[in-house]
């Protein structure tokens, strides 16, 4: 980042952007990354009050949606899937995460897979994964979270109220038989694996573009945006649909929506807060009050 003078400003652990278009009307924005406040003390200071602005609006909320995204495992070692650190020997998810590919090319997918389930099982929940936990046991079943993760960390550190829009890694599903099983074998013997029941080729139980999400999840998502007070992005670049339709179903629906995310999203500019950091360090502060 530079600053307006051309220094290269020393690099920040967040920057942030916040604007809230109920109060007061039109937008403020705050000390953020494309403006010209570089002083680390001011960005300190706007990042403190926007965390206490969402602390204040959690702690009056019954209601509480979550969509999370990969981001928020990512301090737990699981990669992304877009960006530089994303990619998967060059792969897009957009090439990778499909019928096509697979059937094009189902040990190529099974590797891309079964490497991903190695990261995941060597993964433990972080602290945002923890906070989440603080928040469901606060507000039992006024908490909903809706992950597009298929890695388990949610369940793994402790929510229960948790509903998988894109599927489960762990699940192995026969493209002949239909029949499922969890397998949490890493490196898996074979790729691609087989059903032992009939000998056609597994794959993973997961969601692949072009594919339908659980219907009933999907409605229960939107059910419980609609009914928010408080809608949390937490971590996903919000350009996947469906999923990335629930936050703006909260929006619509008269919910405050907060987004944290290392980067601008499609998202970012439509929500009464958008903070730039990691999940894992700007959870806990406004859900625990953690320093
Ligand atoms: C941090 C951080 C830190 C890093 N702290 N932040 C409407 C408009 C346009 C297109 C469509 C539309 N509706 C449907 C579509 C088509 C398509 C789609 O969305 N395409 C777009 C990409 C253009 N959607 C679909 O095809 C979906 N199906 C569907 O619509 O079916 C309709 C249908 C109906 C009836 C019959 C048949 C069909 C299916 C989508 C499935 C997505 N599947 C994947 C793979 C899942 C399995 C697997 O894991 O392998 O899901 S793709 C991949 O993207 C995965 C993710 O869940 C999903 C979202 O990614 P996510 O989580 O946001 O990750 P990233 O990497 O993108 O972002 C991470 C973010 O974290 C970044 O912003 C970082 O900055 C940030 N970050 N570290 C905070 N520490
Ligand atoms: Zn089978």
């Known amino acids: 980042m530079r600053c307006p003078n051309g220094r290269e400003q020393r690099k920040l652990d967040y920057t942030l952007r916040a604007s809230i278009p109920t109060e007061p009307k039109g937008e403020l924005t705050l000390p953020g990354a494309a403006t010209t406040i570089t002083r680390l003390g001011v960005h300190e200071q706007a990042l403190t009050d926007s965390i ?41 998810p957009e090439t990778l995460a499909t019928p096509e590919a697979f059937a094009r090319d189902p040990k190529l997918v099974w590797e891309w897979y079964d490497w991903r389930r190695q990261r995941i099982a060597e993964a433990q929940p972080n602290p945002g994964h923890f906070a ?18 298929v890695d388990g960390l949610h369940e ?27 397998n949490r074998t890493t490196p898996l013997p074979e790729l691609p694996p087989r ?21 009933d999840v999907l409605q229960a998502a939107f059910a419980a945006a609609r009914r ?25 629906a008269g919910a405050r929506v907060v987004e944290i995310n290392l980067e601008p999203t499609e998202l970012s500019a439509q929500v009464h807060l958008s903070l730039r950091g990691r999940t894992g360090l700007l959870l806990p502060r406004i859900v625990q009050g953690a320093e």
């Open 156 to 182: 793994r550190a402790g929510n229960q109220r948790v509903w998988r829009l894109h599927g489960d890694i762990w699940l192995l599903r026969c493209t002949g038989c239909g029949h499922q099983e969890q």
């Open 52 to 92: 206490a602005r969402a602390r204040r609006w959690l702690v009056a909320a019954r209601r509480v949606v979550v969509l999370t995204g990969a981001g928020c495992s990512a301090e737990s070692g699981v990669p992304t899937f877009r960006g530089a650190d994303g990619l998967w020997r060059q792969f897009r």
């Open 195 to 215: 059903c032992g029941r009939c000998g056609a080729l597994f794959r993973p139980g997961v969601v692949w573009f072009g594919e339908p999400l659980p219907a």
């Open 132 to 149: 989440l936990v603080a928040l469901e046991q606060r507000l039992g079943e006024g908490f909903a979270l809706f992950t597009q993760n």
């Open 228 to 252: 928010a007070e408080v809608c949390l992005v937490l971590g996903t670049s919000s350009v996947v649909y469906p999923a990335a339709l629930i936050p703006r179903h909260a929006l619509e």
